[in-house]
């Protein structure tokens, strides 16, 4: 039987397989190349590197004992009051276990204990079972513009909550 279980904070091996959960995935359905995996990696690296545990969360999905899943708040890059939801992603092997809910509302909730006024995310046209996500959490879209921050060109979506 597969256990489930969601942790915070860093643990060994943990860029790396958020950067590959990221890469395989978006690289079979989207055809995204080595810019957006060294993208991932690369800004997850930074993130942890200056990761403020008053102000920033990362919440790991083991499935088994192995990181299945993963989501962040970036709550020190932006204006005050302000966090950055980033890096979401469940596994094949996780996906459809309810672990995507249990990993957002651990963001979430995070949000609102540290105050923060707004949480944004930014993904793409496309992605329809994580868009009913941030909508079932209140999210909206504010944005759609066409561009290529990940290396290929997509309709880019900001989807944003208001927690006052």
């Known amino acids: 039987m597969n256990e489930l279980n969601i942790v915070t904070a860093y643990r060994p091996g943990l860029i790396g397989r958020i950067a590959e959960l990221h890469a395989l995935y978006y690289s079979r359905e ?5 810019f957006f995996e060294a993208k991932v990696a690369t800004e997850l690296s930074e993130f942890i590197n200056r990761y403020d545990e008053s102000l920033d969360g990362i919440w790991s999905l083991l499935m088994d004992g192995c990181i299945e899943g993963s989501i962040t708040i970036d709550g020190s890059a932006e204006e005050p009051g302000v966090a950055h939801l980033r890096w979401f992603i469940v596994s094949d092997k996780a996906r459809g276990t309810g672990a995507g809910g249990q990993l ?17 995310l930014w993904t793409f046209d496309g992605l329809a079972p994580a868009r009913h996500l941030y909508r079932k959490f209140g999210f909206e879209l504010v944005e759609e513009l066409h ?10 979506q900001r989807y944003e909550l208001n927690l006052t």
């Open 104 to 120: 957002m509302s651990s963001a979430v909730t995070f949000c609102k204990q540290r105050s923060f006024k707004k949480v944004y």
């Open 30 to 34: 989207w055809r995204f190349g080595h």
């Open 147 to 156: 561009g290529n921050q990940w290396g290929t060109t997509v309709t880019e």
